[in-house]
Each structure stands twice: as structure tokens, then as C-alpha cells.
């Protein structure tokens, strides 16, 4: 027989902490090890009862869910950490992602997707609620797009010569333009842009990865 996966409960929630031993107790590969109400707790009994899997809300009393993480999962330890909390936004997927946090999902989790869940993050998978999921997807997703959608292929090549340093005169002459067009597209860039000069311009382009 393999050994049992050992899971450390930390919600501030006793009600949710009952329904989630619950639910654990119905998984024969599960054992529960013990129950927190904070993150000062949690981060006390993994280390006394080492678990291979922490189930962890973000908001707790003392040291909250993404201190907890950081320290539950600081390098030379081996626990798995499945955030299991009502909040989906961007901030808190990411920051928990950040923090070491293996898979995420949200407490209205049907109980399949939960067990599901429990079973691949204490296996070393990452997994996520869909809700979350499609939150990461979209995130990827729009930075994988070019940056600055909203100007033409034509504002998008005065900017990359802008971003070199290059003066409207001289740019005009690079793509074969009047400089009076060119001083149209400088203008509209900024607007789009929401610059007020040419400095702030060249910042922008340049932290976006135009160069």
C-alpha cells in the first residue's frame, strides 16, 4: 500500500474547515492531519505535522494566506499548497501563484473538482478552478498580443523609429513620408499613447519591448 497523502486544513471558518474534513474523509488515499484557524497556526503545525498537502485560504487571521505560502513552501521544504478561497480576481490568482501556491480553486467547487483538485496538486500537478483558469488564460492571452493594439501598422512603425531616438526628419526620410504626416502619426501616438512628449513616448515603447 502507498502511504496516505497527508492534508493540513487552514480556514479561519470552522463550518467550512467541518465540510471540507468532511469531504476528505470520504477520499481512502486521504489523511487528515490536523485543522487551523490562522495562518500563524498553519505555518506551526506543517512544520510539527508535515503534510504533503496544505489546503489554505488567503484571508486569515495573524499571518495571512499569501505570507503563510511563502514560508510553507520556502525552499527546502516538500509541501504542495492548494489555495482554497472565494476570491477570484486577478490580484490574489497571481499572488498566490507567485507565492507558491500549486493550484487554486474556489470554495463553491463542486465536490468532484474538489477531490479532483486535492488529489492532482498533492501529486504535483497544477490545477485550477475553470473560473480561475480562464482568468490566467485571458491574463497570457492579452500579453502575448502586441502591445498598444489601438495603433495602426503605420503609428506602430513611427513609434519603433521614436523609440530609437530618431528625429521626425529623419524618420520621414526612413519611410519615404512627407514631414508633415509624420508629425500626424507623432501626434496621434501620443494621444493614444496618453503622453505628453516625446520622452514619455520613447519610456513607453521601450518598457513595452519596443525598441
Known sequence: MTDPITVLIADDHPLFRKGLRALLQTMPEVEVVGEAADGNEAITLADRLRP??????????????????????????????????MFADDDSVFAALRAGALGYVLKDTEDDEMTRAILAVANGEAIYSPAVAARIMAFFAGHSAEPFPNLTASERNVLQLVARGLPNDAIAARLNLSAKTVRNYVSNIFTKLHVASRAEAIARARDAGIN
Request: charged share 20%.
Open 52 to 85: 504533503r498537502l496544505v489546503l489554505l485560504d488567503l484571508q486569515m487571521p495573524g499571518v495571512d494566506g499569501l505570507a503563510a505560502i511563502r514560508q510553507l513552501t520556502a525552499p527546502g521544504t516538500d509541501r504542495r499548497i492548494l489555495v482554497v478561497t
